[in-house]
């Protein structure tokens, strides 16, 4: 599965790119598999990744918890917690 992945704010900064198109294997299910997976593709991705339980993603941009799947996603937006005032 080819999914669209787009960064935000810190996230971004680390990994060093806003967005990339990213062939996912198999075994990548769920968005904590995701997660697990995008810390394997350097070390960039694994700095920015290195607290995954406070990494926020939404998936055709609705947010989404570690434990849902990512079949059918068309875009992936990962990002940091937000805080509002």
């Given at each position: 599965m080819t999914?669209?992945?787009?960064?935000?704010a810190w996230v971004r900064?680390?990994?060093g790119r806003q967005e990339?198109?990213?062939d996912l294997p198999a075994s990548v299910v769920t968005v904590r598999d995701l997660l697990a997976h995008l810390t394997t593709l350097g070390e960039e991705y694994e700095n920015a990744l290195q607290?995954?339980?406070?990494?926020?993603v939404a998936i055709n941009q609705e947010h989404?918890?570690?434990?849902?799947?990512?079949?059918?996603?068309?875009?992936?937006?990962?990002?940091?917690p937000?805080?509002?005032g």
């Amino acid at each position: 599965m080819t999914v669209k992945l787009v960064y935000f704010a810190w996230v971004r900064e680390r990994i060093g790119r806003q967005e990339e198109d990213l062939d996912l294997p198999a075994s990548v299910v769920t968005v904590r598999d995701l997660l697990a997976h995008l810390t394997t593709l350097g070390e960039e991705y694994e700095n920015a990744l290195q607290f995954p339980n406070v990494i926020r993603v939404a998936i055709n941009q609705e947010h989404a918890e570690h434990d849902e799947p990512i079949a059918g996603a068309r875009e992936i937006g990962i990002f940091p917690p937000m805080t509002g005032g």
